[in-house]
């Protein structure tokens, strides 16, 4: 069970000066190579799955995958959507598994920015889950990832940055001091003064977005300053990329034979970036002080009542539709006893993400309004009670 609070995790970060490696996966390979690396330098880890990547994997299937590597790892996980471009696109990473959320409202003016990161960030918190906002803009540059953030650097001012965080109540911030998307052309020039300004106003873990391309010594004066999720993407991309290219030269045959060797040379960029951030042998400690993620279990069992079996057949099939989109409900599964002498005929299983749901799910509009129409009233022989699940 060592899927943990991307919260505590990154407060034990940023409270101990170490950063966690937050890696974007695109593919089975990626997640395999991230889970070796974390598992052989035990360290506690990220697993990152970004909506402006959605083009070449199924989010859906892949989020099943990342949550059953999570579940089996015995260093500390938390599952990450990055760069999510709406409300809808975090209401769906959190009911598919993810654990924390980004919201991506930096291209917007800073009004604009607040409204929207507000707004999810009150639908996750009703989830448990933790929301990353990003102030200021970072640029791609070149590359895959970096075609997908057009326009030019806007540096993160320390001002606007703690009444960002006050008015939308972020739990942490990515910041813009002069880092880009994708590969960097020439060196780098990071402001640091910037970010122990901003560090030292904010005192919340601060990530950093475009972490391929610096060196040691900037990684390192990063997470001196308050950086305790570097987000990192492109080089695993590229050192993927020169594995194949390798195998080509080498004539390697089919889809298997170009894959050779790429887990292994995505997880050793892996393994020498949780080094150099400080992360490996730090799985132990951030287990203790992170709390455990826990999903609930929401059990009806219940007999109908002035209604035929169509009808309640239909009933049930709505409120496996209206209820299944209520943030925070992570499946919706309805049964019927296999004895038909059983106390109670039917059931709802209803999972959710964490033990907030019980509330805001209880109160949410679509909720209510099916409860009351369409199943309370045929339903009043009745047990309902929540599980918090080992
Ligand atoms: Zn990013």
Redesign the pocket.
Known sequence: MPLVHMKDMLTHAHENGYAIAAFDLVSLHFLEAIMQAAEETEAPVILSLAESHFDYFDFELAMAATVAAARRASVPVAIHL??GHSLDSAVRGINLGCTGVMVDASHHPFDENVRITREVVDMAHACGVPVEGELGY?PGVEGEDAERHPGEIAYTTPEEAERFVAETGVDFLAVSIGTV?GRMKGEPRLDFERLAAINERLGIPLVI??GTGLSDEQFRRLIAHGVSKI?YYTALSDAAARIIAANVRDNAQGYTGLMKGVRRAIAEECIRCIRLWGSAGRAGEVLKAAQPWREVEHLIIYNVEGIDEEETRRRIEEGRKVLSRIPGVRRVDTGTAVRPDARYRHAWLIRFAHEEVIASYRDHPDHVRYADEKFRPVAADRISIDYLLD
């Open positions: 990055d760069h970072v998307h977005h475009g987000n």
